[in-house]
């Protein structure tokens, strides 16, 4: 094959490399709720830190997959890509090792992936970005361009998908009934109150977001959890529903879909942090306040 032919080829794989680290970028962005709450069941970092890193995570892969594409900076931005599929790697044997089995969300929810299928995947990115190293060429402009453009991009992505923590339209309104929560049984100690529909989308998020709270902070025996009852096999729901969000089976109990309506005004999922009759707190899956809920077990 000749040098040409070679370039060529290298060419090609560079552009599909770098469009797929584009395509994977635009997956996790369209499923930025899940990806955060990914990040964060692993217990390293914060709640609102999550919020931030996922969306860094996007804007990076973003702008290395399309410089790989427009050939800017071709070997910084090679060697940039083999570190990152490096620093990916090493957190997915990581996955592997806590016994994580679940979507890694490296395409987002568009191909689900394991973290081993994941790291198949790396390898042969790896393999691919090794082959494009020797090839000549490339645009190198100013830096400041450079930055600027990665500024832009940055930027854009927090605008479109502000974290929760500094999100313009996070204030919540109170949803619950009193009344009908006052008809409620309730325990006299502090818990975490929560009312989900097992069909819910948000639900399953806010289900994941308290169950690695509750893991976290040593919270699991002080969650209850109200479902809505629509008639059908509630149980073989629940315990899907837990599944699914990698949740601790609950103390659960069942309410009736009308009655649920009416105590929830139709708003779902809550979140209450009460004591007996009183309560401290509620918030929607966007106003969780990691702190807040903390302190309240802290007082």
């Known amino acids: 094959m000749t040098k040409l032919s070679i370039n060529g080829v290298r060419t090609a794989v560079r552009i599909v490399v770098g469009a797929l680290f584009v395509v994977s ?33 996007v804007a990076f892969e973003f702008l290395l997959g399309a410089a790989l594409v427009a050939n800017i900076h071709r070997r910084a931005v090679a060697w940039s890509g083999l570190g990152a599929i490096g620093a990916f790697s090493a957190f997915l044997v990581y996955a592997l090792v806590a016994g994580r089995n679940d979507n890694c969300h490296c395409l987002g929810e568009m191909v689900e992936m394991t973290p081993l299928q994941s790291l198949g995947k790396n390898v042969a990115l790896a393999a691919a970005l090794l082959f494009v190293l020797p090839q000549r060429g490339g645009l190198t402009p100013r830096r400041y361009l450079t930055l600027g453009l990665g500024i832009i991009v940055t930027v854009a992505i927090f605008v479109i998908s502000p974290p929760d923590n500094i999100n313009p339209h996070r204030n919540y309104n109170q949803a619950l009934n009193s009344a009908a929560w006052n008809s409620l049984p309730k325990s006299s100690e502090r818990r975490v109150v929560c009312f989900y529909s097992t069909s819910c989308e948000y639900c399953l998020l806010t289900s994941s977001k308290i169950a690695s709270l509750a893991r976290r902070h ?23 529903f837990f ?29 209450l942090l ?16 990691e702190g807040a809920i903390i302190d309240f077990f802290e007082e």
């Open 25 to 57: 970028a635009a997956a996790k962005m369209g499923e930025m709720d899940r990806l955060e709450l990914y990040i964060f069941s692993f217990g390293a970092l914060s709640l609102n830190l999550s919020f931030w890193v996922a969306r860094l995570l």
């Open 243 to 271: 599944r699914a969000t990698l949740s601790p089976t609950f103390r659960w109990q069942a309410l009736d879909l009308r009655q649920f309506l009416v105590t929830t005004n139709g708003e779902m999922p809550i979140v």
């Open 274 to 289: 009460t004591e007996g009759d009183s309560i401290a707190a509620e918030y929607n899956y966007r106003t969780v306040d």
């Open 218 to 240: 040593g919270l699991e025996d002080k969650v209850e959890v109200w479902f809505a009852d629509s008639g059908a096999d509630l149980n073989t729901q629940v315990e899907e």
